[in-house]
């Protein structure tokens, strides 16, 4: 079973920056797809943007197009999400998650990802 650890949560003003990383226990390169998602209190988990570690395609939600950039190492099997430009409204903690379905990946729906992490904490002032 894979299992997926994030870090690099914190607490910013907005305008500032944090890089999230995702270490994965194991995976193979293809058909693999690591997506970060993310959940406010009294709201639903949505996605935020993910990647495809073979091509490194990557979906985005427009709520972080622009701002957000997903990239992954596959030598160290971390998937990285660097945040700039953040504003309270990114406040919530974020889980990276696993998915091995090529039909369904870069919708990001919650329920196409199998396996997730346990989640960090962003806290973005004004």
């Known amino acids: 079973q894979v299992q997926l650890v994030e870090s690099g949560g914190g607490s910013v003003q907005a305008g500032g920056s944090l890089r999230l990383s995702c270490a994965a226990s194991?995976?193979?390169?293809?058909?693999?797809?690591i997506g970060w998602f993310r959940q406010a209190p009294g709201k639903e988990r949505e996605g935020v943007a993910t990647i495809d570690t073979y091509d490194m395609s990557s979906y985005y939600a427009d709520s972080v197009k622009g701002r957000f950039t997903i990239s992954r190492d596959n030598a160290k099997l971390v998937v990285y999400l660097q945040m700039n430009s953040l504003e309270p409204e990114d406040t919530a903690m974020y889980y990276c998650?696993?998915?091995?379905?090529?039909?369904?990946?870069?919708?990001?729906?919650?329920?196409?990802?199998?396996?997730w992490g346990q989640g960090t904490q962003v806290t973005v002032s004004s």
């Open positions: 194991a995976y193979t390169v293809e058909n693999n797809y």
């Open positions: 998650a696993r998915s091995t379905s090529s039909d369904s990946w870069y919708r990001l729906r919650a329920d196409d990802y199998r396996y």
